[in-house]
């Protein structure tokens, strides 16, 4: 295949966000008495808010009702922008801002692929956001991943087909979606956990335009 736009997850592939989510979370598990550790937290990774409530409430057997889940779902959220409300752009993972501006440099379409409702405030914040050609996120598309929704969409927004794009992706939900999507999947993480991903990578400092010449030659979709 030939790649010819290059769809990022947001958080844990641009930006060191996860920890805020796994604070946050563990903070309302906390207050709910819910034991809640980060290997729970993995299957939270690229999975929708209310869906991540869902999963904590399991882990603690806990039944509430609609309405309690909202109020819970808002509280995270709030202790969740106050965290990212701090962040600062050294907050970028390694490697992320120079692979990004290597990819703008030889003129390849690039898009965001988030669950994230924050999304926009992130980028911001970051100061990347004049880096991206497309925006899909939370606000955009309600299907959560491993739904492809987000990434069709990305790639719509970019005007490429989906089998000539790649997406990185750092969740085990978000590697489902972008095969869903029909697309290339680089996981960026740890091998055992992305190993649905066409390849992985621990980060994006492992990663070079002439690296991804190389990997889409070996894959045909
Ligand atoms: C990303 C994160 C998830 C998060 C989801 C929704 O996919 O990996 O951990 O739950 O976005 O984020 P939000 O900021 O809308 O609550
Ligand atoms: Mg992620």
Known sequence: MRITGCIFDLDGVLVDTARYHFLAWKRLADKLGINFTEEDNERLKGVSRMDSLEIILELGKLNINAELKQEYAALKNKWYVEYISRMS?????????????????????????????????????IGILNLFDAVADGNLVSTAKPHPGVFIKAAELL??????????????????????????????????????????????????????RIFEKEVSL
């Not at 992320?96 to 405030?121: C, Q, V, Y």
């Not at 089998?163 to 960026?188: R, S």
């Open 89 to 125: 752009p050294d907050e970028m993972l390694p490697g992320s801002l120079e692979f990004i501006k290597e990819l703008r440099g030889a003129g390849i379409p690039l898009a965001i692929g988030s669950a994230s409702k924050n999304t926009p405030a992130i980028l911001e914040r």
């Open 159 to 212: 005007g490429v087909k989906a089998a000539d794009c790649v997406v990185f992706e750092d969740a085990i939900a978000g590697v489902k979606a972008a095969l869903n999507a029909g697309m290339m999947c680089i996981g960026v993480g740890a091998p055992n956990v992305l190993s649905e991903a066409h390849f992985v990578v621990k980060g994006l400092n492992e990663m070079s335009l002439e690296k991804l």
